[in-house]
Structure formats: C-alpha cells, structure tokens
C-alpha cells in the first residue's frame, strides 16, 4: 500500500514540477523580472518535487517538521553556491557579474561554466530546499503501567520441595516393601 501511494504521489508531483517548468519556460529571462521568474518556477518545480516523497509518506508516516541539521549542512551551502551563480549570471547583474567580483574570487570560470546549466542550479536548490522537511514518527499511546505488585500475588516463587535439583519432574519416593 505504501508503495502504491508513493508512486502516485510521485507521479503528481512529476506532472506538477514539469508544469511548472514549462510555464518557467515561456517566460523571457532578457530582462531581470522574467529572469527570476523563470528560475522561479523552475526551483519550485524542484521543491514539489521534495515534497511529493514526504506528502506520499514514504518516510515514517508522521508529522513533517523541519530537520535543522540538512538545513544548516545540506541547504544553505546549496543556496550560497547556486545563488551565486544565478545572480552572476542574471541579465543586467552589476554587483556579481562574472567580469567583477567572481573574477575577484575565482570562481568566474565555475560560474562561466555553470551558466549553461542555469536551469538544473535552480531545480536543485528547490529540492534540496525540499529535503529539510522530515516526518517524525507518529508515537504510538502508552498506558501508564502499575509498577506495584499486587497484594495477593508472590513476588518469587517458591521452591518445590519435590524437585530435586533442577529436575523438571517430582523424584520418586522410594517403596519401602516389607514382608
């Protein structure tokens, strides 16, 4: 059953993102505002992505929460890199064209290089954004338990005085015949 809803809910996520990636591509990316439009989308279509495998329960079938760890390590290395890259590359970029400061930095090449892929920096920053989200397992209700015996049960047992040393059955009494 499990795997039956994960694979619907990653068939909708599939046919959500590629939407909105198609829609990411009818925008003009030659002036600012459909830049970041485009890309946008494009990161959004990451995300749902993300989140189809935790709406499909494929993890624990809990409440999501945010998992601050893949956030701190996983996520904002991402956003700092590909970020990068996006702004350098935007049309009209002053600040962080690849000429000026990356140059500065020597990354102008990664950037350069990166600049073809613009639309694959933008998917992955949207589902690694994904990936901070977790489910937390669902705890199961625990009765409080009586940890005091009751007054009429024993807490050891006691010995059988038939058993003989660990014997599992009574020894026999030996026959006394007398004639």
Do not use: C
Not at 26 to 33: K, L, P, R, S
Not at 120 to 140: K, M, N, S, W
């Amino acid at each position: 059953m499990i795997s039956i809803t994960r694979g619907v809910a990653t068939l909708i996520g599939a046919a959500v993102a590629g939407f909105l990636v198609w829609l990411g591509a009818q925008m003009g990316v030659d002036n600012e505002g459909g830049y970041w439009a485009a890309y946008g989308l494009v990161a959004a279509a990451g995300l749902v992505m993300a989140l189809s495998q935790i709406l499909g329960g494929w993890t624990k079938w809990g409440w999501p929460r945010v998992d601050l760890g893949v956030f701190v390590l996983g996520f904002l290395p991402v956003l700092v890199v590909g970020g990068w890259v996006l702004l350098a590359r935007q049309p009209g970029s002053i600040l962080f064209n690849s000429s000026h400061v990356s140059r500065d930095m020597g990354v102008d090449s990664v950037v350069s290089d990166l600049g073809d892929m613009l639309a694959v920096v933008a998917f992955g920053i949207g589902l690694t954004f994904g990936f901070i989200f977790d489910t937390a397992p669902r705890r199961a209700v625990v009765e409080p338990v009586d940890e005091r015996p009751a007054v009429d049960e024993p807490i050891t047992a006691e010995p059988d005085p038939e058993l003989r040393d660990g014997a599992r059955e009574p020894r026999e009494r030996p026959t006394v015949v007398r004639s």
